[in-house]
């Protein structure tokens, strides 16, 4: 299967065989959310432009998403009109719509941590993701997703670090649980929660391994 590059310094495509992170560029396979067969089956260019046609889309509506996350409650288990818009999205087409979002994610974060609309619009991507952690598409590429949980560990800001915890908590799996014992959040306001999440993983995934 063709895979797809794309580079957000120079905003390049290319084909590619990998499927990993590596720094500002995303790399993962392309394709629409629908099962291959004989009967369906499309070469590569068709899909490869699928999905950049579907990219550009969303692009087109960035000012639109950031207003909307701008003027967006999040709250634990509520849904929203920017959640909904995104798991639209993803339900079409989950890689050009992650890539999507990376992109902005990746934009804002090199403002500057005191900018608060920043931090709203990196905090309520990572909120969105969240919510939606469950969406069998959006699984599918959680190596991918990883990468974003740990830039948001690493932010300077604690709004934006809170918010790439609650994703692993919502995920509840092996690898985001690693993830998170990589990082120190001693003597920060979030240092309680942290630990409860941590706990409640552990616990939960000692229990299944031990059970299978």
Request: net charge negative; aromatic share 12%.
């Amino acid at each position: 299967m063709y895979f797809f590059n794309f580079n957000t310094d120079n905003n390049e495509y290319s084909q590619r065989f990998d499927f990993t992170t590596q720094n500002d560029s995303l790399i993962f396979p392309i394709q629409s959310n629908f099962l291959f067969s004989s009967e369906n089956m499309t070469d590569s260019s068709n899909i490869n432009e699928i999905n950049k046609k579907h990219l550009e889309l969303l692009s087109s509506k960035n000012d639109f998403f950031v207003n909307l996350l701008l003027h967006t409650d999040f709250e634990d288990g509520m849904d929203n009109k920017a959640i909904a818009f995104v798991e639209k999205n993803i339900n079409e087409n989950v890689f050009a719509t992650y890539l999507w979002l990376s992109n902005l994610y990746n934009l804002y974060s090199r403002i500057h941590e005191y900018d608060m609309n920043r931090n709203l619009i990196l905090a309520g991507i990572l909120r969105i993701f969240s919510y939606i952690s469950g969406n069998s598409y959006l699984r599918s590429i959680e190596p991918t997703l990883l990468g974003l949980i740990k830039s948001a560990l690493s932010d300077s800001n604690l709004v934006v670090k809170e918010a790439g915890v609650m994703v692993i908590e919502e995920l509840r799996d092996k690898e985001s649980l690693e993830l998170l014992k990589q990082f120190n959040f001693k003597g920060t306001l979030i240092e309680k929660y942290v630990k409860t999440v941590t706990k409640e993983l552990e616990e939960e995934l000692d229990s299944v391994e031990h059970c299978a």
